[in-house]
């Protein structure tokens, strides 16, 4: 009996020890794999479904993903994904190239098509990697609006709780959370430019539609790169819009080359950055890149005297 006994009593103890073993894995097959398009996606992947899923964002860091293409290996990837999140209006172009589960896409700013703003211009440029394009067509950085960015985060929120109903009520917890911060940007944005609305500015480059819209931006775009000088006939360009839009202030996606801040001070311009984050920021997260972008942007409005560029990380 005492044989039989111990006998039962290590095949309890194995059967402890298997399902000790066995449970993460159940845990991790049953947490989500997410692909996104951009990073404010993933940003608010990750927030809303926390530890039930890994959201994965794969561009390099020296590209703009709305014009970025994915190696074999990386669309593969997407394509056996639980959910690709999408941007929408035109956003990475690639997608419409490729072959991707229509099941599992997620076209988050779908619900705002009917608020698009379409582009005109025939301008074709280069961002470097990414090769020649235009931005012609339709505007796609629609997170700037942040009350668009809070529906973006809905759907996503509705997406992953349809595949993981049992969690339902943290992700709704999560995405209220996540809502309420991007509102709270919102009304700052609105408080800051109501310091003085008729403000002219310049932005360095077609990005900026959707928060000149929402926000009331008296605002003008050229298409410069931050890191290639402005030619002559650019230059030439810009001072024929200043005549007629006489801004003091010009808005970069990233820190611009030292001869042009120099060069848009002659002309009385200074510069500062103010960063979409398409692509993930070298440190910080979306919501304290946004809340750096309104802290500048607020000394531009209430300042009537500052020079220089604010850079990142810069006060």
Same mark, same amino acid.
């Given at each position: ?22 449970? =993460? ?9 997410? *692909?996104?398009?951009? @990073? ?11 530890? *039930? ?24 990837? *997407? ?15 690639? $997608?419409?190239?490729?072959?991707? =589960? ?10 705002l098509a009917a608020d698009y703003i379409e582009t005109t211009?025939? $301008? ?18 629609t997170w700037l609006d942040f009350r668009q960015a809070a ?5 996503? /929120? ?49 990005? @900026?539609? @959707?928060?000149? /819209?929402? *926000? ?23 001072? /024929?819009?200043?005549?007629?839009? =006489? ?47 309104? /802290? ?20």
């Amino acid at each position: 009996m005492r044989g039989k006994t111990r006998s039962a009593h290590c095949l309890q103890v194995l059967l402890v020890l298997g399902l000790m073993m066995t449970a =993460p894995l159940l845990q991790a097959a049953d947490r989500l794999v997410v *692909y996104t398009v951009n @990073y404010p996606l993933q940003y608010f992947a990750q927030r809303i479904a926390g530890d *039930y899923a890994e959201v994965v964002f794969p561009a390099p860091a020296d590209v703009d993903p709305a014009f970025w293409q994915p190696d074999a290996a990386t669309i593969a990837a *997407y394509q056996q994904a639980d959910l690709v999140l999408l941007n929408g209006a035109g956003y990475a172009k690639w $997608v419409g190239r490729v072959s991707l =589960p229509r099941s599992r896409l997620v076209h988050t700013a779908a619900g705002l098509a009917a608020d698009y703003i379409e582009t005109t211009g025939t $301008v074709t440029h280069s961002h470097g990697r990414e090769g020649s394009h235009s931005h012609a067509g339709t505007a796609f950085t629609t997170w700037l609006d942040f009350r668009q960015a809070a529906v973006q985060a809905n759907a996503i /929120r509705e997406a992953i709780s349809r595949l993981r109903p049992q969690y339902a009520d943290v992700f709704a917890a999560n995405a209220n959370a996540l809502e309420s911060d991007l509102l709270a940007l919102d009304t700052r944005m609105q408080a800051i430019v109501s310091a003085a609305p008729d403000t002219p500015l310049l932005a360095s480059h077609p990005v @900026y539609q @959707y928060l000149a /819209r929402r *926000y009331d931006l008296n605002l003008e775009a050229v298409m410069w790169e931050p890191h290639t000088l402005p030619d002559a006939g650019q230059w030439l360009a810009f001072e /024929r819009l200043l005549k007629d839009h =006489p801004a003091g202030w010009m808005l970069w996606e990233g820190d611009p080359l030292q001869e042009s801040i120099d060069r848009l001070q002659q002309h009385g311009v200074q510069s500062i950055v103010f960063d979409p984050c398409g692509n993930a920021p070298g440190e910080g997260d979306f919501l304290e890149i946004m809340s750096t972008n309104l /802290r500048r942007l607020d000394r531009v409005f209430r300042s009537n005297d500052s020079g220089g560029v604010f850079q990142q990380g810069i006060e």
